[in-house]
């Protein structure tokens, strides 16, 4: 590319550079993500707008030596090209290529792995922590959006960090986005930091006071401090980090070089918890990402003169499928609840803000809070839909468990991106939920074919179902095959797509288009399997399975989502606890953390695609098999 960026190779080049040079490279910096991220696609947005934050991060302070743990971690691509993994942004998110996220194993730049929101403060004062009792005295800074300071997690470590005293930088960055706009008190709060002077006035107004009478009577300047204080929580600068115990600077300008550096040089050397509130503008110098950080949060491959995506298919996804069918819900049933964790856009629930604003709950980033809040409300007879990525789903599992399937409540989990998500890697694969929930008392689970079924999924979920129901699909475009398969949705039971005898094949959700193209082989082979739609993962359609048993001796379960405790994990158990006499062999990821790639390729990778299912069944039961 030339220019500055040709100079920096590996970790601490940027300190070769004079700080006159900061801004160029800064244009440089942006000029190198958007022919990158245009290509490969990406996180945008972001880390557009945290590119002066980066570079002055980097140029004052000393990795990896220093320490610094970025939130979520889809800030962090700067970071990566200024610690030398510039070359490798040609791969960036794909098979085997450079991860989106911040990986130690990727460099030791790389304090801590990321994917998730509000955990960077926890991890860098444990990491802290670990430097006291080591004796060691290096600086360790946590990066944090203010998005991600709506998760209870982030105060939980402020109140730690607070009281331990240490030495801990934390930036909060703030851009006034999650992915969609950020709502709630703590997001008002930072509003008002952000427009309010007053207080600094009348701060420096007290002590110009104090200062010219020293002989001030003790009792007087008492009143006057709870005065001052009063002021201070009245104009909101900081007091709410300040009352955990931390030093607050700010707001300071996230795009001024000379600002932020002088700031860093400052306060590198701090024995104290410091929180800088830096200003920063989402999608900064890219003129589309700027006017619409939302869509150019998380983007696929787009023209650079447009900012239009290229290649993206004009078919439904599951998403907006939920989305439509959630509007005509809500116009059926006054008790039907919308929510969803500052992921309006991402879950297709727009729709349903716009018509029933009044019903329609963002949480924030606080899946915690979501799960229970979503419980209080099916108590007093509402119907609570919670729209959920199925890796975020994770974060609330106690709640889940107690504060709704103990207690037996009607809430609706509409688990989105569930099995594999693809380019975001092993942060947000989905494929933990079936394992996680389906073994929960009073919990059932479906998993639909295609869009038609995801649509009557919802509404059996809503209007039939009783107690706490989840429906997991994929992301991507919705299948829309299997049109003449309509079967009505009953509790518990699945649906028999093709009659057979001898091998039967099990398909969760939207892997029987893969296993149907298996069986189509299979046929030609001369073999005749039985192939069947689950429907219900919780609980599990029994009746049949003993019909299967009476019919087939090879019985074979395909899901996406892990092996371990899994679909075919429940199936296997009914059979072994029955003493029926079948083989049973489970298809699902292998019980690892997957790793990034696209949807097709893992599917690929791992025997999943229809191709793959049929060579491991044809492999299991032999060529000479019913012959």
């Given at each position: ?5 040709d100079?920096?190779q590996?970790?601490?080049?940027i300190k070769?550079?004079k700080?006159e ?6 244009r ?5 993500l958007?022919?990158h ?6 996180h945008l ?5 945290v ?21 979520v971690g889809?800030q962090?691509?700067?970071?990566k090209i200024l610690?030398?993994?510039k070359e490798?942004?040609t791969t960036?998110?794909?098979l085997?290529?450079l991860?989106?996220f ?7 730049a790389d304090?801590?792995a ?6 960077s ?8 922590k ?5 004796g ?9 959006g203010?998005?991600?300071m709506?998760?209870g997690l ?15 930088i934390?930036?909060l960055n703030?851009?006034q986005?999650?992915?969609d ?6 997001s008002?709060?930072?509003n008002?930091?952000?427009t ?18 020293p ?7 008492r ?5 001052r ?10 007091a709410v980090?300040?009352?955990?115990g ?8 996230g795009?001024n ?7 860093f040089?400052?306060?590198k050397?701090t024995?104290?918890?410091i929180?800088?509130h830096?200003k ?6 890219y ?10 949060h998380?983007?696929g491959?787009f023209d650079?003169?447009t900012?239009k995506s290229?290649g ?12 439509k ?5 809500g116009?059926k ?10 992921m309006?856009?991402g879950t297709?629930?727009?729709d349903f ?6 019903r329609f ?7 915690q809070?979501g799960t ?6 099916a108590?007093?007879?509402?119907v ?16 889940v ?10 809430v609706v989990?509409?688990?989105d991106?569930a099995?594999?998500v693809?380019?975001?890697g092993?942060t947000?694969?989905?494929v ?7 073994h ?9 074919k295609n ?14 179902c009783?107690?706490?129901v989840a429906?997991?699909?994929?992301r991507?475009t ?11 949705i ?5 649906e ?13 959700g939207h ?9 189509e ?7 005749t ?5 689950m429907?219900?993962i919780?609980?599990l359609?029994?009746?049949?399975l003993?019909e299967i048993a009476s019919?087939?001796?090879r ?6 989502n892990l092996r371990k405790?899994?679909f075919?994990?429940?199936?296997l158990?009914?059979?072994s ?9 489970n298809?699902a990821?292998?019980d690892?953390?997957?790793?990034q790639g ?5 599917f690929a990778?791992?025997?999943l695609?229809g ?9 299991k039961?032999?060529d000479?098999y019913?012959?």
């Open positions: 590319m030339g220019g500055l960026l100079k920096i590996t970790t601490g080049d070769k550079l700080k040079e900061l801004e160029l490279l800064c440089e910096l942006r000029r190198f958007l022919q991220v245009s290509k490969t696609g990406g947005a972001s880390n557009l707008g590119v002066e934050l980066t570079v002055a991060l980097e140029y004052i302070f000393n990795l990896p030596q220093d320490k610094i743990v970025w939130d889809h962090a691509y700067i970071h610690t030398g993994r490798g942004f960036l998110r794909q085997d290529g991860s989106g911040p990986k130690p194993e990727e460099s030791n304090a801590f990321a994917g998730h929101s509000s955990t403060i926890s991890a860098a004062l444990g990491i802290a670990a430097r006291d009792l080591q060691k005295k290096d600086n360790v800074i946590a990066v944090i203010d998005g991600s709506t998760g982030a105060y939980e470590a402020l109140n730690n960090a607070g009281r331990d005293k240490t030495n801990l934390i930036i703030d851009n986005m999650s992915i706009h950020n709502v709630g008190a703590i008002k709060h930072l008002s930091l952000r309010s002077d007053p207080y600094r006035n009348l701060k420096n107004n007290f002590k110009d006071f104090r200062d010219k009478v002989v001030l009577g003790k009792v007087t300047y009143v006057l401090e709870k005065v204080d009063s002021a201070k929580l009245l104009f909101l600068e900081g980090f300040e009352e955990f931390l030093k607050y600077f700010g707001p300071v300008d795009h070089i000379e600002e932020m550096l002088e700031l040089q400052n306060v050397d024995k104290e918890p929180l800088i830096v920063t503008v989402k999608g900064k110098g003129v589309p990402a700027e006017k619409n950080p939302g869509p150019f998380g983007v491959p650079i003169k900012g290229i993206k298919s004009s078919d439904p996804s599951w998403s907006t499928v939920f989305g069918k959630m509007v005509e819900l116009h049933n006054p008790n039907v609840v919308g929510i969803t964790a500052a309006c856009s297709g629930f727009e803000h716009a018509t029933f604003p009044e709950i963002d949480v924030a980033i606080a899946e809070h229970t809040f979503a419980a209080g409300l108590s007093q007879g509402m609570p839909v919670f729209a959920v990525y199925s890796s975020f789903l994770q974060r609330a599992y106690d709640q468990i107690h504060d709704v399937c103990m207690e037996n409540l009607h989990f509409a688990i991106r099995g594999i693809g380019a975001d092993e947000h694969q989905g933990f939920d079936l394992s996680f929930l389906t929960i008392p009073n919990m059932t689970v479906l998993s639909p869009a038609w079924e995801l649509e009557e999924m919802l509404e059996y979920a809503v209007n039939e009783k107690g706490p429906v997991r699909y994929p991507g919705a299948n829309t095959g299997f049109q003449d398969e309509k079967a009505p009953q509790y518990g039971k699945a028999v797509i093709e009659e057979g005898t001898g091998i039967a094949i099990l398909a969760e892997m029987l288009q893969a296993v149907s193209e298996a069986v082989w299979l046929k030609e082979d001369g073999f399997p039985m192939l069947v739609n429907r219900f919780s609980p359609d029994k009746e049949l003993i019919k087939c001796d019985i074979f379960t395909v899901e996406d405790g899994g075919g994990s429940k199936v158990e009914f059979y606890d029955g003493g029926y006499q079948v083989a049973v062999s298809l990821f292998p690892k953390f997957i790793e696209s949807q097709s390729q893992l990778r791992y025997g695609d191709e793959g299912i049929y060579k491991t069944v044809k492999e039961i032999g000479n019913g012959r």
